[in-house]
């Protein structure tokens, strides 16, 4: 009978026709093609075999060479291959013998049931490996398979070293020491800079009383770190040198791993073994708190229950997406817990193992064959009996697809012994399974940095400040998700010399943050088992949330998004495709009904989007059309913007990248009212700046102009005076080009407010005039009533002008209401109500900040109502009213704080300070003043300083510190003096008096 041929992949390619003779495959392509579809042994499509191979070709040259190289394999190897239209399989249940399935499969027995007769079949099957995948193997300009046979070779390496470590531990503890040493030697044959396979050889040697072979081997690894890294060996494996050196090991008698493999020895082993079948931990793992914390809480209270035949069936589903940590968490769990279950861990991935298969190893685990039940029925019938007198913890892996969920359903046991843990990356399917699921996070910050902290060590994340800044930016990037840090890390790791800066500034990038990868982890991998198992419909609707980038979004944006490529979809349809891939932890709901990304899925999102450039081109146009649809239905309803506050920028950055001019300045003239209504004054500067930009594409002096004039108001509102004054120069100059009055008389105008808020009053009121006299004979939105308010409000501020500052204001405030100017209304009230407190008819005053308070709040505007309860804040501190009055500065202050109006939460704290000082706490008092000094003294706001250092001289006197009482009292005088405010001089003189200074 003629032998099966052979196809090695270790240590080079060779394919054996019999068994023994050497046969050419074919060209170096086919023997690539070969060699990926046989380590890949699952349906690959056409296209992505074509680009890996011929990446420097167009797409119709890839598959013609493709269609070649498939013809010729399938001459040599046609029973192995089915080769269909879109894809191509390697069968692996046709016949080939490959090498690296029989390794792989004999190392996932060993580690699924560790036995003596299996460590035996792996130390020969290790064998195998006799060197790199593929060693030698290289192909010309075929980059993208170069990346692949890299990380798969690394990967090899890896599998390769572990396996051999875990079979040197399983022989030591079984007291076969003498089979561990050959095996311990070849570890850090492969991997000589790798400690524990030295500490292993030392602590063997040592038990088996060979103490100068232990210490020499202590000496081979100093001498190997030092020669290659520099370094010395880490604490753990000295103080092992130092246990040897001192003869405290005991020595062991050793058996043979053949000897237990004998029936008796056997039948012993099987009823004393408690099979632990969980993953080894990772090296790095970071703990989960709070889910293990919550976990850990169901699983004790179901094993305290007394009568087991009361426990209710506990399932625990951890759900999260794809590369969030769940298998890492169930194994950490099964490590943890492990003395709490008497009979053991088992553990099934009905993604990669068929049922039949996992039901074997559990069984086996336990001492029993039941190979004779070749019907899933009967055995998982078997396998339930068998549990139902154990108290075990089943760990069911991966249970994401229909299929897996078919699987696990075999694998349940049917009593209240057990516990089950079966991660998924589907609600639904935790649902359908009667599990609790707890859902399963990123990482919290601290825990990111500790993560990297573990895998690259102490001192190399904080090696410098600016290196540990660089760890918190790396998994900021990344956005904490496990998986994606792990990749990052361990690239780290292998580049000694790179700083973190370094991999901070790539992922800055998201085709970076996407395209890690280390061993067999990819982050892509994570996300494609879910993105392929999507229909189309499904996967427009995840393409277009790539437009969001992580942020919220609402259905009714999506679906405008996605009807231009599936016009038959309604809103309920897009509503209903978002939860279920809801329940595929693709996307998350909030309780407000709307949507977001983590966003490493957003990013994979996008790309697959950028994949379709036509695609891609007519959902960003449907993004902005949408938003400007919303804007411009909004009105005074500003509330309804809240949540899209973040999108409308990026909706600003995709019209400019695509070239939308003109919806760009629509949407900055559509948003300047939401703008200054809400305060967004950074958002409203950095809108303006590209819509600047799209009007000079244009030509259009016009819109310039009106976006100048937006752009220095923005600058004001934030006391960027100098900015502010650019812009609105800028825009004066153009308006005079254009002969536009209105344009001319606003930028005065607001160039007068700028020399009012520098006490330039002179410069004011001369910029106040020539607008008035540009206003004469056309209507203007700058109006009598504006100039007429800021003349009042010139009045007030230089020197408390009241008699001046009342007449136009009253004029300003008719003028505003008979024209339905509700800023302009709720500003002269706010003013007048200055003026009443300055004359000290509070009543009055309480009543105008009032009537200001309701107008705004009809505007909706909170940067008006912020001022207006400032106001009433000072007005009820005067009138006695203290707990009104820190009711309205409180409120005002939480306002002030989102929109970024600095002064006037400077003014507001000292407002507060004062209220507090009333109550005789000066402690309070005092802080307030000081954080509200901090802002002047930065602004250079001289006079505010002055009062400030006023209000401090008072509150230390009171509280007793009379050395800090006349040092700010000394300072205060010093500005009033360097101003020459005759009442703030006069009225430190009397404190002087007063205090004895």
């Given at each position: 009978?003629?032998?099966?041929?052979?196809?090695y992949?270790?240590?080079?390619?060779?394919?054996?026709?019999?068994?023994?003779?050497?046969?050419?495959i074919?060209?170096?392509?086919?023997?690539?093609?070969?060699?990926?579809?046989?380590?890949?042994?699952?349906?690959?499509?056409?296209?992505?075999?074509a680009?890996?191979?011929?990446?420097?070709?167009?797409?119709?040259?890839?598959?013609?060479?493709?269609?070649?190289?498939?013809s010729?394999?399938?001459?040599k190897?046609?029973?192995?291959?089915?080769?269909?239209?879109?894809?191509?399989t390697?069968?692996?249940?046709?016949?080939?013998?490959?090498?690296?399935?029989?390794l792989?499969?004999?190392?996932?027995?060993?580690?699924?049931?560790?036995?003596?007769?299996?460590?035996?079949?792996?130390?020969?099957?290790?064998?195998?490996?006799?060197?790199?995948?593929?060693a030698?193997?290289?192909?010309?300009?075929?980059?993208r398979?170069?990346?692949?046979?890299f990380?798969?070779?690394?990967?090899?390496?890896?599998?390769?070293?572990?396996?051999?470590?875990?079979?040197?531990?399983?022989?030591?503890?079984n007291?076969?020491?003498?089979?561990?040493?050959?095996?311990?030697?070849?570890?850090?044959?492969?991997?000589?800079?790798?400690?524990?396979g030295y500490?292993?050889?030392?602590?063997?040697?040592?038990?088996l009383?060979?103490?100068n072979?232990?210490?020499?081997?202590?000496?081979?690894?100093?001498?190997?770190?030092?020669?290659?890294?520099?370094?010395?060996?880490d604490?753990e494996?000295?103080?092992?040198?130092?246990i040897?050196?001192?003869?405290?090991?005991?020595?062991?008698?050793?058996?043979?791993?053949?000897s237990?493999?004998?029936?008796?020895?056997?039948?012993?082993?099987?009823?004393k073994?408690?099979?632990?079948?969980?993953?080894?931990?990772?090296?790095?793992?970071?703990?989960?708190?709070?889910?293990?914390?919550?976990?850990?809480?169901?699983?004790?209270?179901?094993?305290?229950?007394?009568?087991?035949?009361?426990?209710?069936?506990?399932i625990?589903?951890?759900?999260?997406?794809?590369?969030?940590?769940?298998?890492?968490?169930?194994?950490?769990?099964?490590?943890?817990?492990?003395?709490?279950?008497?009979?053991?861990?088992?553990?099934?991935?009905?993604?990669?193992?068929?049922?039949?298969?996992?039901?074997?190893?559990?069984?086996?685990a336990?001492?029993?064959?039941?190979?004779?039940?070749?019907?899933?029925?009967?055995?998982?019938?078997?396998?339930?009996d068998?549990?139902s007198?154990?108290?075990?913890?089943?760990?069911?892996d991966?249970?994401?697809?229909?299929e897996?969920?078919?699987?696990?359903?075999?694998l349940?046991?049917?009593?209240?012994?057990c516990?089950?843990?079966?991660?998924?990356?589907?609600?639904?399917?935790a649902?359908?399974?009667?599990?609790?699921?707890?859902?399963?996070?990123?990482?919290?910050?601290?825990?990111?940095?500790?993560?990297?902290?573990e895998?690259?060590?102490?001192d190399r994340?904080?090696?410098?400040?600016?290196?540990?800044?660089?760890?918190?930016e790396?998994?900021?990037?990344?956005?904490?998700?496990?998986?994606?840090?792990?990749?990052?890390?361990?690239?780290?790791?292998s580049?000694?010399?790179?700083?973190?800066?370094?991999m901070?500034?790539?992922?800055?990038?998201?085709?970076?943050?996407?395209?890690?990868?280390?061993?067999?982890?990819?982050?892509?991998?994570?996300?494609?088992?879910?993105w392929?198992?999507?229909?189309?419909?499904?996967?427009?609707?995840?393409?277009?949330?790539?437009?969001?980038a992580?942020r919220?979004?609402?259905?009714?944006?999506?679906a405008?998004?996605?009807?231009?490529?599936?016009?038959?979809l309604?809103?309920?349809?897009?509503?209903?495709?978002l939860?279920?891939?809801?329940?595929?932890?693709?996307?998350?709901?909030?309780?407000?009904?709307?949507?977001?990304?983590?966003?490493?899925?957003?990013?994979?999102?996008?790309?697959?989007?950028?994949q379709?450039?036509?695609?891609?081109?007519?959902?960003?146009?449907?993004?902005?059309?949408?938003?400007?649809n919303?804007?411009?239905?909004?009105?005074?309803?500003?509330?309804?913007l809240?949540?899209?506050?973040?999108?409308?920028?990026?909706?600003?950055?995709?019209?400019?990248?695509?070239q939308?001019?003109r919806?760009?300045?629509q949407?900055s003239?559509?948003?300047t009212?939401?703008w200054?209504?809400?305060?967004?004054?950074?958002?409203?500067?950095?809108?303006?700046?590209?819509?600047?930009?799209?009007?000079?594409?244009?030509?259009?002096?016009?819109?310039?102009?009106?976006?100048?004039?937006g752009?220095?108001?923005a600058?004001?509102e934030?006391?960027?005076?100098?900015?502010?004054?650019?812009?609105?120069?800028?825009?004066?100059?153009?308006?005079?080009?254009?002969?536009?009055?209105?344009?001319?008389?606003q930028?005065?105008?607001?160039l007068?407010?700028?020399?009012?808020e520098?006490?330039?009053f002179?410069?004011?009121?001369?910029?106040?005039?020539?607008?008035?006299?540009?206003?004469?004979?056309?209507?203007?939105?700058?109006?009598?009533?504006?100039?007429?308010?800021?003349?009042?409000?010139?009045?007030?501020?230089?020197?408390?002008?009241?008699?001046?500052?009342?007449?136009?204001?009253?004029?300003?405030l008719d003028?505003?209401?008979?024209?339905?100017?509700?800023?302009?209304?709720?500003?002269?009230?706010?003013?007048?109500?200055?003026?009443?407190?300055?004359?000290?008819?509070?009543?009055?005053?309480?009543?105008?900040?009032?009537?200001?308070?309701?107008?705004?709040?009809?505007l909706?505007?909170?940067?008006?109502?912020?001022?207006?309860?400032?106001?009433?804040?000072v007005?009820?501190?005067?009138?006695?009213?203290l707990?009104?009055?820190?009711?309205?500065?409180?409120?005002?202050?939480?306002?002030?704080?989102?929109?970024?109006?600095?002064?006037?939460?400077?003014?507001?704290l000292?407002q507060?300070?004062?209220?507090?000082a009333?109550?005789g706490?000066?402690?309070?008092?005092?802080?307030?003043?000081?954080?509200?000094?901090?802002?002047?003294?930065?602004s250079?706001?001289?006079?505010?300083?002055?009062f400030?250092?006023?209000?401090?001289?008072?509150?230390?006197?009171?509280?007793?510190?009379?050395?800090?009482a006349?040092r700010y009292?000394?300072?205060?005088?010093?500005?009033a003096?360097?101003l020459?405010?005759?009442?703030l001089?006069?009225?430190?003189?009397?404190?002087r008096?007063?205090?004895?200074?």
């Amino acid at each position: 009978m003629t032998e099966s041929p052979k196809l090695y992949t270790f240590n080079g390619l060779q394919l054996l026709e019999d068994g023994q003779t050497p046969s050419k495959i074919g060209s170096r392509k086919a023997e690539a093609l070969l060699s990926y579809l046989v380590l890949n042994p699952k349906p690959q499509p056409r296209d992505v075999l074509a680009d890996l191979l011929w990446d420097d070709r167009t797409q119709q040259q890839a598959m013609s060479n493709l269609r070649r190289e498939l013809s010729e394999l399938r001459k040599k190897l046609a029973p192995y291959l089915r080769i269909e239209r879109d894809s191509v399989t390697f069968d692996s249940a046709a016949g080939l013998w490959v090498d690296a399935h029989v390794l792989k499969e004999s190392i996932h027995k060993f580690k699924s049931a560790p036995s003596p007769d299996l460590a035996i079949q792996l130390a020969k099957d290790l064998d195998i490996y006799s060197g790199p995948l593929l060693a030698g193997f290289y192909v010309r300009e075929a980059s993208r398979f170069d990346d692949w046979l890299f990380t798969e070779r690394e990967h090899w390496h890896h599998l390769i070293t572990e396996t051999l470590e875990k079979l040197v531990t399983f022989c030591r503890n079984n007291h076969c020491l003498t089979d561990a040493i050959p095996i311990g030697r070849r570890l850090i044959q492969l991997d000589p800079l790798v400690e524990s396979g030295y500490q292993l050889l030392m602590q063997i040697n040592a038990q088996l009383g060979k103490r100068n072979e232990a210490l020499e081997i202590f000496k081979s690894c100093k001498e190997i770190l030092f020669t290659e890294l520099g370094v010395e060996p880490d604490a753990e494996t000295i103080r092992l040198f130092e246990i040897i050196r001192k003869g405290e090991i005991e020595r062991v008698e050793t058996i043979s791993l053949d000897s237990l493999v004998s029936n008796e020895a056997n039948q012993i082993l099987a009823e004393k073994l408690i099979p632990f079948q969980a993953q080894p931990l990772m090296p790095h793992y970071v703990e989960r708190e709070t889910e293990t914390a919550e976990i850990e809480r169901l699983i004790l209270e179901q094993l305290a229950t007394e009568a087991p035949e009361t426990r209710h069936s506990l399932i625990i589903a951890p759900v999260g997406m794809g590369g969030i940590g769940k298998t890492a968490l169930a194994t950490y769990l099964a490590h943890r817990l492990q003395n709490h279950f008497a009979d053991g861990v088992l553990w099934g991935n009905p993604a990669t193992s068929d049922p039949l298969s996992i039901l074997d190893l559990w069984a086996t685990a336990y001492g029993h064959d039941f190979s004779q039940l070749n019907d899933l029925q009967s055995k998982s019938s078997a396998v339930r009996d068998l549990l139902s007198t154990k108290q075990t913890l089943i760990v069911l892996d991966n249970v994401d697809q229909a299929e897996e969920v078919r699987r696990a359903r075999y694998l349940l046991p049917n009593h209240h012994q057990c516990v089950v843990l079966l991660t998924t990356r589907s609600h639904e399917v935790a649902a359908s399974l009667n599990a609790r699921p707890i859902e399963i996070r990123e990482l919290t910050s601290e825990n990111s940095e500790k993560l990297l902290t573990e895998i690259l060590g102490e001192d190399r994340v904080h090696k410098t400040p600016a290196e540990t800044k660089s760890a918190i930016e790396i998994a900021q990037h990344l956005h904490h998700l496990p998986l994606a840090l792990e990749i990052a890390a361990q690239r780290l790791r292998s580049r000694p010399s790179m700083p973190l800066a370094s991999m901070a500034n790539r992922l800055a990038q998201s085709k970076q943050r996407l395209g890690l990868k280390i061993t067999d982890q990819e982050v892509r991998t994570s996300f494609l088992f879910s993105w392929e198992g999507l229909n189309q419909t499904a996967k427009s609707i995840f393409m277009a949330m790539g437009l969001f980038a992580g942020r919220n979004f609402n259905a009714d944006s999506i679906a405008s998004i996605v009807q231009v490529a599936e016009p038959q979809l309604s809103l309920f349809d897009v509503e209903d495709e978002l939860y279920g891939l809801a329940t595929l932890s693709l996307v998350k709901s909030n309780q407000d009904g709307r949507f977001h990304q983590h966003r490493l899925l957003a990013d994979f999102a996008a790309e697959q989007l950028e994949q379709q450039p036509e695609l891609l081109a007519t959902y960003q146009q449907r993004l902005i059309t949408f938003y400007l649809n919303l804007v411009s239905n909004i009105g005074i309803d500003f509330e309804r913007l809240s949540p899209e506050w973040g999108q409308l920028e990026a909706v600003f950055d995709i019209a400019y990248q695509t070239q939308a001019w003109r919806q760009l300045i629509q949407l900055s003239e559509q948003l300047t009212p939401a703008w200054e209504a809400r305060g967004r004054y950074s958002e409203a500067r950095r809108g303006y700046a590209l819509a600047q930009d799209a009007a000079k594409k244009l030509e259009s002096m016009e819109q310039e102009a009106e976006i100048l004039l937006g752009w220095g108001r923005a600058c004001l509102e934030q006391n960027e005076y100098a900015d502010a004054k650019d812009k609105l120069e800028e825009g004066l100059a153009l308006y005079h080009r254009l002969e536009e009055g209105d344009g001319i008389a606003q930028a005065l105008y607001h160039l007068a407010r700028i020399a009012i808020e520098q006490n330039r009053f002179v410069e004011a009121r001369e910029l106040l005039n020539q607008s008035k006299g540009v206003l004469e004979g056309f209507d203007s939105r700058i109006g009598m009533g504006d100039i007429h308010l800021l003349e009042g409000v010139v009045a007030i501020t230089d020197g408390f002008q009241l008699d001046e500052a009342e007449p136009v204001l009253n004029q300003a405030l008719d003028l505003f209401k008979s024209s339905g100017n509700l800023i302009g209304t709720s500003d002269t009230l706010r003013a007048l109500a200055h003026v009443a407190l300055k004359k000290q008819d509070l009543e009055l005053a309480e009543s105008l900040a009032l009537e200001a308070k309701g107008v705004s709040e009809k505007l909706k505007n909170r940067s008006q109502l912020a001022s207006n309860l400032f106001v009433l804040t000072v007005i009820y501190r005067g009138q006695g009213k203290l707990d009104q009055a820190e009711s309205a500065g409180e409120a005002s202050l939480a306002i002030v704080r989102q929109t970024g109006e600095k002064q006037t939460e400077a003014l507001i704290l000292r407002q507060l300070s004062h209220l507090h000082a009333s109550r005789g706490d000066y402690q309070t008092a005092l802080d307030l003043t000081h954080q509200s000094l901090v802002y002047f003294q930065n602004s250079g706001i001289l006079l505010s300083q002055a009062f400030t250092m006023e209000d401090l001289a008072v509150f230390y006197q009171k509280s007793g510190d009379f050395d800090e009482a006349k040092r700010y009292l000394d300072k205060a005088e010093l500005l009033a003096k360097q101003l020459s405010h005759i009442s703030l001089i006069s009225k430190i003189g009397r404190y002087r008096q007063e205090f004895g200074f």
